[in-house]
């Protein structure tokens, strides 16, 4: 995309809402979803928050704050399907782009697009918000919640992509595919990523979260990247009293000890256990598995017989 072809983006996307945005967005999407490497989507995404000026007109942040401007306006399903897209693409994994999207305030419509009947941009919706949370601000992560980004994200996490549920969004999209599952992949990956939260804490188990992670974490038909994000999400939230009670009372100890075969997630248990029990794991220390386990009850349930 030359630089006269992002103008015309820019254009296209500015407001007042033209029809042409949905070609436009798609344009936007395909300059990062065709570009080679990571390195060339990156050069991507650096040419689109860039800004632009022609004669009186000046775009500060490029496409970015257009496409967070339009997300609240779009009610055709193509359109919101292409604009959530190209945002979503515009800002993964590259920083001055989020930073960007949160300044234009995107986080409310990033959460209202949540609910949106499309699985499609449900999906885009829930890999931006786990980019805001990964990558953005404390700031950003208390708009997400205040606008009630956990209770959307968790009922997310809640479905099914059955054929049946996916046949009833009607004939696909198909300029933008779109992979059964994916949006609840995303969504427990920004639970993942919003669970350090003190509000995440205290409201995981009011909107349903806590129990959800734990089915997550015992369902021997999910993923492994689904159990491991449930279960890293678990040791934050039981870092609270009231969701550790709650975890010992709705059977959360036996998955997050099975899942303990898993390298990566053994290695986030050491952490919390070290944090926690700092004076107890000094040099010496026995880390075998038994040890660790055992460690574990204790972080989870400190009130239990040793």
């Given at each position: ?138 700031a950003s992560r208390a708009k ?85 994000e449930a279960a890293g999400a678990?040791l934050h939230l039981v870092t ?67």
């Amino acid at each position: 995309m030359a630089d006269a072809q992002v103008k015309k983006a820019l254009k296209d996307l500015s407001l007042p809402l033209k029809p042409s945005a949905t070609k436009a967005a798609l344009a936007v999407a395909d300059k990062v979803r065709k570009a080679g490497t990571s390195a060339q989507q990156n050069d991507a995404r650096k040419m689109l928050g860039t800004r632009y000026e022609e004669k009186a007109l000046v775009w500060e942040g490029g496409v970015i704050p257009l496409l967070v401007a339009l997300l609240p306006l779009c009610k055709e399903k193509p359109m919101i399907e292409a604009v959530s897209l190209a945002l979503s693409l515009a800002i993964t994994d590259y920083e001055p782009n989020i930073a960007l999207a949160a300044e234009a305030g995107v986080e409310k419509s990033l959460v209202e697009l949540c609910k949106n009947a499309s699985f499609l941009v449900q999906q885009h919706a829930v890999t931006a918000i786990t980019q805001l949370c990964v990558h953005g601000t404390a700031a950003s992560r208390a708009k997400i919640l205040a606008a009630g980004g956990l209770k959307a994200l968790t009922t997310i996490v809640k479905e099914v992509d059955t054929d049946d549920v996916i046949q009833k969004q009607g004939p696909p999209n198909k300029l933008i595919p779109y992979k059964p599952g994916q949006r609840q992949e995303e969504a427990i990956a920004a639970i993942c990523a919003i669970a350090c939260e003190a509000k995440t804490k205290k409201t995981a188990a009011e909107v349903g979260t806590l129990k959800q992670l734990i089915k997550l974490a015992a369902d021997e038909n999910a993923s492994p990247r689904f159990k491991e994000e449930a279960a890293g999400a678990l040791l934050h939230l039981v870092t609270e009293p009231f969701n550790r009670a709650l975890c010992c009372q709705d059977g959360g100890i036996p998955p997050l000890v099975s899942l303990l075969s898993s390298s990566s997630l053994l290695a986030q248990v050491m952490g919390k256990v070290r944090a926690m029990r700092e004076e107890e794991l000094q040099s010496g220390v026995r880390c075998d598995r038994g040890h660790i386990l055992a460690q574990l009850q204790m972080l989870l349930d400190p009130d239990a017989p040793s």
